[in-house]
């Protein structure tokens, strides 16, 4: 077994960072693990290239990563290539907590971090025992599944090799993510990190980071991939000061708390180190939903944040969940006034999705408010649960409200005014993804108004008519009406 082919599929709708193509670093950790034992490896990103199927038929073994929404597309491409005669195995956050679904269309699932289990899992295909002793694998036998005890995570994450980025064989973007640790201590509770990489936190060295930046091209925008990159205070402001006594200073960007800004010397780190953009999890303008995600943090301190950051010259794209339980239309109206007033750059309202791993899946599982399990639309744009103080309908209408309100032509040209040229060209780009989104989901709306009258077994029936069915159904009414189309055609150009 010498040629390994990992796929990471393609995202199923738009996103604001559609236009970014940043791979998950896993597949390119794992490629390079397995190119340092012998094999060798390509990668396929879908959301930055076509997959070469020639190419993925001839490998002895592929591995395709995935997480919720993009389970359907890694399920397709799985059963085909099965069908091929050609092994795979599986992982990523989805199929880590949902091994048993996903053993209906691939032979393996290694469930959790796999840089522990990968190349011990390959060496048992070769030679055809041991599969029973590799942490964290699932596999199927007869009608049974086996699901091996999980392995430890990656304690030590300097001794993992870089992420190989020339194995995607496709042009490089403008943006170049890194990862300098592994965990999250706060379990909010729509979240499934702490369930994938633990509560506590993992670091690479500071010295092992910067060798990795590096390697960087300087032109490249930095992302450090962190679910916060600024969680340990001390070890941070060591990494960016080694950052700028060093002269390694690109432009960078990072998720982080809102609370940070308390620290003026991070601040002050953050500025000198060229932090151009932070990502921050603000999740919601109404305090009772802030307590119910387990933030630990209140409005009044979020706006004092976002004042801070625009105080150092640092862009702040807020990142909002809406849908708790504590929410109303009311609330999710107040969130795009909050957003305009405190001038934040860039937004993502998304929708509560309750991923499966994590506690809110759980409680909508236990309530029966789950209301499809289309693993595609659970990409935070679309309703999937039944909301507590509003419809689903009003939910995913005013979800759209609130995007349109903050990237509307009037917001763009108060940028432009102002000579905000990156605002304006960021606005610009999400006004337009915006506006595809919808015609692209325009049959979306007709399925939620449904909701309002039909039974809860009739609901369900409708969430689960593919998009393909719809089309075909609306080929079908043309087809059917095609002289009644040609009668109003010839009317209208009479008129």
């Not at 004042?307 to 109206?333: N, P, S, W």
Request: hydrophobic content about 35%.
């Amino acid at each position: 077994m010498k040629n390994i082919v990992l796929i990471e599929p393609r995202s199923p709708d738009y996103h604001i960072f559609s236009r970014y193509k940043l791979p998950r670093l896993g597949t390119l950790i794992l490629g390079a693990l397995l190119e340092r034992h012998g094999y060798f490896v390509k990668v396929y990103v879908e959301d930055m290239g076509d997959i070469d199927f020639k190419a993925v038929f001839q490998a002895d073994l592929v591995g395709i990563s995935t997480i919720t929404s993009t389970a359907p597309r890694c399920y397709a491409l799985a059963a085909q290539i099965k069908n091929h005669g050609i092994p795979v195995v599986l992982g990523g956050p989805h199929v880590t907590f949902t091994p048993e679904e996903a053993l209906q269309y691939a032979d393996y699932v290694i469930r959790g971090e796999a840089e522990n289990s990968i190349v011990q899992f390959v060496r048992a295909i070769e030679s055809g025992h041991g599969l029973g002793e590799v942490p964290g694998l699932s596999f199927r036998v007869g009608d049974h599944c086996y699901h091996n005890e999980m392995g430890k995570p990656a304690m030590d994450l300097d001794s993992l090799p870089f992420p190989d980025f020339s194995l995607i064989r496709e042009p490089q973007g403008s943006v170049r993510p890194i990862m300098t640790s592994r965990g999250c201590p706060y379990d909010c509770s729509f979240c499934t990190v702490t369930k994938m990489f633990g509560r506590k936190y993992r670091y690479r060295s500071k010295e092992n980071v910067i060798r990795e930046m590096r390697t960087v091209d300087p032109k490249q925008v930095l992302f450090f991939y962190d679910d916060h990159f600024a969680a340990n205070k001390n070890r941070t402001k060591e990494l960016l000061e080694m950052m700028i006594s060093e002269d390694i200073t690109p432009r960078w960007t990072a998720q982080v708390r809102a609370d940070i800004t308390r620290d003026e010397e991070m601040m002050e780190l953050f500025k000198r180190s060229n932090c151009l953009y932070v990502y921050v999890g603000i999740e919601s303008v109404n305090q009772e939903s802030l307590d119910a995600y387990n933030k630990k943090i209140t409005v009044e301190q979020i706006e004092e944040s976002i004042a801070k950051f625009h105080e150092y010259d640092i862009r702040v794209h807020g990142m909002f969940v809406l849908g708790c339980d504590e929410d109303t239309v009311q609330t999710v109206r107040d969130t795009a006034k909050f957003a305009k007033k405190n001038r934040i750059d860039t937004v993502q309202f998304m929708i509560l999705t309750p991923l499966p791993g994590s506690d809110q899946y759980d409680t909508f599982e236990r309530e029966n408010r789950l209301l499809t399990r289309d693993w595609g639309l659970y990409d935070a744009h679309h309703v999937v649960f039944e909301p507590k103080n509003m419809t689903p309908l009003e939910l995913q209408v005013e979800n759209f409200k609130a995007l349109r309100s903050f990237y509307s032509i009037p917001q763009i040209l108060k940028g432009l005014s102002k000579l905000d040229l990156l605002g304006v060209f960021l606005k610009s780009y999400a006004h337009r993804l915006e506006s595809n989104w919808t015609s692209r989901n325009r049959y979306y709306y007709d399925v939620v108004k449904q909701m309002k009258t039909e039974t809860a077994d009739r609901m369900n029936l409708t969430w689960e008519r593919t998009k393909e069915d719809i089309a075909r159904r609306v080929d079908e009414f043309k087809a059917r009406n095609a002289s009644v189309f040609r009668a109003l055609e010839e009317r209208i150009g009479k008129s």
